[in-house]
C-alpha cells in the first residue's frame, strides 16, 4: 500500500553497512532521510551518495540522519564504499540498506515494474522525529537528485512547524514567509511584528527566528 504523507514510517529491521538496525530505534527522535537508489557501481547513484556524505555536516546541523538502500547485497555495498568516497571526496559515513530479498523496498514501494526492472527507483522519504513521513520524492532511475532541494524542503518543515506560517513557491531561507491563514492579521503583527497584507488570505511576514 502506498505511503502517504502524514503517516508513520513503517519499522523494519534490516542489515547495513553499519550492522543490523531496527529503523525506528536507529532514528531514535532524529529527522531521517530514507533513500533509494537503483544499484551500486552506477554512475549517477555514486554521485548521490557522494554528495549526501559531503553534505553530513549540513544534515547533522538540522538533526537528520540519512540512510540509503537497494537490493544489492551487503558486499556489494562494502566493496562500492570506496567509490563513494573517491568520487563525492568524503568517506561513506551513513549506512546502506541490503535488500537482496526486497522486503523493505516493497514495504515503501519503491519498486516501480514500469521502470525497466525489479531495482528501486529514486524514492527520498522525510521522515520526522515522531517517525510520521512528512515529505515524499519519487525520480525516475536516469535522473539524479537535487540534495540542495532536500536540505530546503527539511529547513521549510523545521520552520512550519516552529511558527504558524507556509513557505511560498521558490522560498530559500532567509526569505520572508506567509502567515498562516488560520491566524489574524492582529495576532499575526504581535507575535511577528511586521505584516503586509497583499490580499486578505495572502500575508507576508520577514522569516521569524526560531
Ligand atoms: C545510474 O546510477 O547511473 C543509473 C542506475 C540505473 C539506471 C540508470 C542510471
Not at 519503491?110 to 525497466?116: F, R
Not at 522519504?125 to 525516475?140: G, H, Q
Request: net charge negative; glycine share 8%.
Amino acid at each position: 500500500m502506498a505511503i502517504r504523507l502524514g503517516d508513520v514510517a513503517p519499522d523494519f529491521t534490516a542489515e547495513t553497512t553499519e550492522g543490523v538496525i531496527d529503523f525506528h530505534q536507529w532514528k531514535a527522535g532524529s529527522w531521517a532521510v530514507f533513500f533509494s537508489h537503483p544499484a551500486d557501481y552506477t554512475p549517477v547513484c555514486t554521485t548521490e551518495l557522494g554528495r549526501t556524505s559531503a553534505l553530513q555536516a549540513e544534515f547533522d546541523r538540522r538533526g537528520v540522519k540519512c540512510i540509503a538502500i537497494s537490493v544489492d547485497p551487503l558486499e556489494s555495498h562494502l566493496g562500492w564504499a570506496g567509490d563513494i568516497g573517491d568520487v563525492g571526496g568524503t568517506d561513506l559515513n551513513f549506512p546502506i540498506i541490503a535488500d537482496p530479498d526486497k522486503k523493505v523496498s516493497e514495504l515503501y514501494d519503491m519498486i516501480h515494474p514500469g521502470e525497466g526492472d525489479t531495482s528501486t527507483v529514486r524514492s527520498v522519504f522525510i521522515i520526522d522525529p515522531s517517525n510520521k513521513v512528512r515529505l515524499t520524492l519519487t525520480y525516475p532511475k536516469s535522473v539524479g537528485r537535487n540534495f540542495d532541494e532536500i536540505l530546503r524542503v527539511i529547513d521549510a518543515l523545521q520552520l512550519t512547524d516552529a511558527a504558524p506560517v507556509s513557505t511560498p513557491v521558490d522560498w530559500r531561507p532567509g526569505d520572508r514567509v506567509i502567515v498562516s491563514p488560520m491566524m489574524s492579521t492582529e495576532d499575526a503583527k504581535a507575535r511577528f511584528g511586521e505584516v503586509e497584507e497583499v490580499k486578505s488570505y495572502l500575508r507576508w511576514t520577514p522569516a521569524p527566528k526560531v
